[in-house]
């Protein structure tokens, strides 16, 4: 199977038709046929396929108990009406990138696996990247468990609901010791290749990036008798913040984003007493980062107070800077530009991906496809096929020179 006919296949599941973005939110219908499409696409190949403890799929060629294999892959959630590359790509290049190697006839000296890390996006239960962080053992099982989502329903729930054992999750440290490289292909999330005029390119580290919880405690009241003067309203320390988070990240040359609201008690005709907001914000290093957020911070108390508000801020994840391996690195950028003298840009990126969250156990590195608008987490989200297709074959050079006689 080709990567444009693999591509076409998964392309319907989970997408909205009203937005044309996808809904492929963790232990959901759409997110089982994903992992039924992953599945199958196993099979098909004559790999072993495996479900772990913590609902990641993983498809191996050769046995990996062996151990010092290479691994590749992604993810197939996606955010709320996200794009179809971000996550996705990375798992259909990883199985045409096996296809275009056994086309070459290669002699594989390692085993090779195919992953498929559950709920990376955190869109219905508010943490990413909640497969790899359990198998690495970066989130506990007591963590795990008091996750939960819009509509009250909790993990271990929603996991049953989809025939899976709650109660089995937890570190994997055996798995993990069986891989020796982990290369995961993306989409890029911004334009840097773009403008360079480069189709892929080589990570160099993940920014530091976190959520804070702002929360805006005032009165509700009747929003048609109330007097202006006499008004606790939360609304408006909460949009004056909003502002002040804009200022602060160009200032300091970071991004900040409030991106999430809840209201309460969310009337049309009322004051609100509660207004709650989730704050991302991410910069190239942790002392720009603290910057940026103590900065909105102040600015978020200080209109509170103008308004006779409440403040409550609560970080809810963080994730540090992440320096990807520099010898796998310089091999994946060696490799690529062995027979071509080919420039291999090396980019850092804001976003954050499972390959981050595995680095501190297993060497790893990434590779990103242009993306000629830069958008992301958007159904406008894009990249050509060409480029895509130069994805697969760079993903199959990396796999050639690493894990083939």
Not at 75 to 93: I, K, M, Q, T
Not at 389 to 399: E, S
């Amino acid at each position: 199977m080709t990567f444009h006919s693999m591509w076409a296949e998964l392309l319907p599941l989970g997408r909205s038709s009203a937005s044309g973005g996808y809904r492929r939110f963790a232990w959901t219908p759409a997110d089982t046929e994903c992992r039924a499409w992953f599945e199958q696409q196993a099979r098909d190949r004559g790999l072993a396929y495996e479900l772990d403890r913590n609902g990641n799929q993983w498809a191996w060629l050769g046995d990996p108990a062996e151990g010092n294999a290479v691994v590749t892959g992604s993810h197939l959630d996606s955010v709320p009406d996200g794009g179809a590359f971000d996550g996705p790509l990375g798992v259909v290049s990883a199985f045409a990138a096996l296809d275009e190697l056994r086309h070459r006839g290669a002699r594989f000296a390692r085993p090779v696996g195919i992953v498929n890390f559950g709920d990376e996006e955190g869109a219905r239960f508010g943490l990413a990247c909640v497969g790899s962080r359990l198998t690495a053992g970066a989130l506990t099982p007591e963590q795990a468990h008091r996750l939960t989502d819009g509509d009250g329903v909790t993990l271990p729930r929603a996991m049953e609901a989809a025939g899976h054992d709650p109660d089995a999750i937890g570190a994997d440290p055996e798995r993990l010791a069986r891989i020796g490289a982990f290369v995961e292909l993306h989409v890029e999330q911004g334009r840097a290749l773009d403008l360079s005029g480069d189709r892929i390119g080589v990570a160099s580290a993940i920014w530091p990036h976190g959520r804070w919880r702002f929360d805006f405690r005032g009165e509700a009241n009747h929003a048609g008798t109330t007097r202006l003067d006499d008004r606790r309203d939360p609304m408006l320390g909460y949009a004056e913040t909003v502002l002040a988070a804009r200022r602060e990240a160009r200032l300091a040359g970071a991004v900040a984003t409030f991106g999430k609201i809840a209201v309460e008690p969310n009337g049309v005709n009322a004051i609100p007493s509660l207004v709650r907001g989730w704050l991302d914000s991410r910069a190239a290093d942790q002392e720009t980062l603290d910057t940026v957020v103590t900065g909105v911070e102040k600015a978020a108390r200080e209109h509170a107070a103008a308004h006779g508000v409440d403040l409550d801020v609560v970080c809810e994840s963080f994730t540090p800077v992440v320096e990807f391996d520099h010898a796998l690195r310089d091999e994946l950028a060696r490799i690529l530009g062995k027979d071509t003298a080919l420039r291999v840009p090396v980019l850092g990126t804001g976003a954050g991906h499972d390959a981050g969250i595995l680095s501190g156990r297993v060497p790893t590195a990434m590779l990103f496809v242009r993306n000629p608008t830069g958008v992301s987490h958007s159904p406008a989200e894009y990249a050509a096929e060409d480029d895509c297709v130069a994805g697969v074959l760079a993903l199959a050079d990396v796999l050639e020179g690493l894990a083939c006689r």
